[in-house]
């Protein structure tokens, strides 16, 4: 059993298209979070949301939108598609205990902007 | 604010050596310290953590870390490396102080074990 899984796992698009990229963990979490690695490997937070509220929102274009319908649930919708956001898309989740419980990741959505 | 460095971008080490991977951390407050590992195509998984207590944390497959408040440091050992230990490994770090939920991670050390 999956414990967060996301889907697509690869995603090809034109620029200027718009993609959403989903989320769902099973594992019971309050708090779930998107990160983008890129070529690099670097790793960044992008969002995160306890309770279905946003907890976290760093400096990314608002061409990105999170939404969460539901504690399980985390979908990243992305406008406009530009080549710079061709990465690697991680959804994650914690426990309820914050600060202190590690955080579980999904496989990653390659994202690539043509 | 809270920073990680990873000062090594890769470390190979011969099979059935023990290996080091460096991390150390900046924050205002006390840290949460933790260790991920990505395989090539793969989400992290996680390794092992520091919350308190016991300076020396052991954690999956046989990997560990020790705390080192004066040094800033939370170093990943392991006695005896594997070929299955290449991988990239990440350190991270979250304050404990209120109102921090962002978990800070080093850029990553690419481990190279060499049969």
């Not at chain 1, 274009?61 to 539901?70: H, I």
């Not at chain 2, 190979?12 to 990505?38: D, H, I, M, R």
Request: glycine share 8%; aromatic share 12%.
């Amino acid at each position: 059993d999956t414990a967060v899984s996301q889907t697509p796992k690869y995603l090809v698009t034109q620029m200027g298209n718009d993609k959403s990229i989903k989320c769902e963990q099973n594992l019971g979490h309050d708090t779930m979070y998107w990160y983008k690695q890129d070529s690099k490997k670097f790793l960044k937070i992008m969002f995160s949301y306890n309770n279905k509220e946003l907890i976290i929102n760093e400096t990314v274009p608002n061409r990105f939108s999170p939404k969460s319908p539901d504690k399980a649930h985390l979908n990243l919708h992305i406008n406009s598609l530009e080549l710079g956001d061709s990465a690697v898309y991680f959804c994650a989740s914690s426990g309820t205990s914050g600060r202190a419980n590690e955080q579980f990741f999904g496989p990653g959505t390659r994202l690539t902007v043509l | 604010a809270q920073s990680v460095a990873q000062p090594e971008d890769q470390v190979n080490v011969a099979e059935g050596n023990p290996l080091t991977v460096k991390c150390t951390y900046s924050v205002s407050g006390n840290p949460y310290l933790f260790w991920y590992v990505q395989y090539p195509n793969r989400g992290l998984q996680f390794l092992l953590k520091y919350i308190t207590g016991d300076n020396l944390v052991k954690g999956s497959y046989g990997f560990e870390a020790e705390f080192n408040k004066s040094q800033t440091s939370f170093h990943l050992k392991k006695p005896s490396a594997l070929v299955s230990d290449s991988a990239l490994y990440f350190c991270a770090v979250r304050d404990t102080g209120a109102g921090s939920y962002q978990l800070t991670f080093g850029k990553g050390t690419k481990l190279s074990v060499i049969p």
